[in-house]
């Protein structure tokens, strides 16, 4: 039912930002939770950030005071604004829409980061 797109990846260098966005659509997204994760090549995907649908919001230790999450639930998209990019940021970063239990999970096809000088 919903259909999941990241955008706004791209080529960065070390100490750099860049602001990837999800957009949702096909239902509201008021009632779900949200995740950003990414996957390092050679590496299982992992979490980065969350929020749920009360805006509750928790980060790894790993982008703790470099990166914020947001969500605009009228705009059905989700945000996560990265600053300060290391190269092990480097990865395809992935959008997860998920209702509590696992009965809805619905995930984009990514975007990639890449940090490099």
């Known amino acids: 039912q919903v259909q999941v797109v990241e955008s706004g990846g791209g080529l960065v260098q070390p100490g750099g930002s860049l602001t990837l966005s999800c957009s949702a659509s096909?239902?509201?997204?008021?009632?779900?939770?949200m995740r950003w994760y990414r996957q390092a090549p050679g590496k299982p995907r992992e979490w980065v950030a969350s929020?749920?649908?009360?805006?509750?919001?928790a980060y790894t230790d790993a982008v703790k005071g470099r990166f914020t999450i947001s969500r605009d639930n009228a705009k059905s998209t989700m945000s996560l604004q990265m600053n300060r990019l290391k190269p092990e940021d480097t990865g395809v970063y992935y959008c997860n829409i998920f209702s509590l239990g696992g009965a809805r999970d619905y995930w984009g096809q990514g975007t990639q980061v890449t940090v490099s000088s």
């Open positions: 929020i749920t649908s009360g805006f509750n919001i």
């Open positions: 096909g239902s509201s997204i008021n009632g779900y939770d």
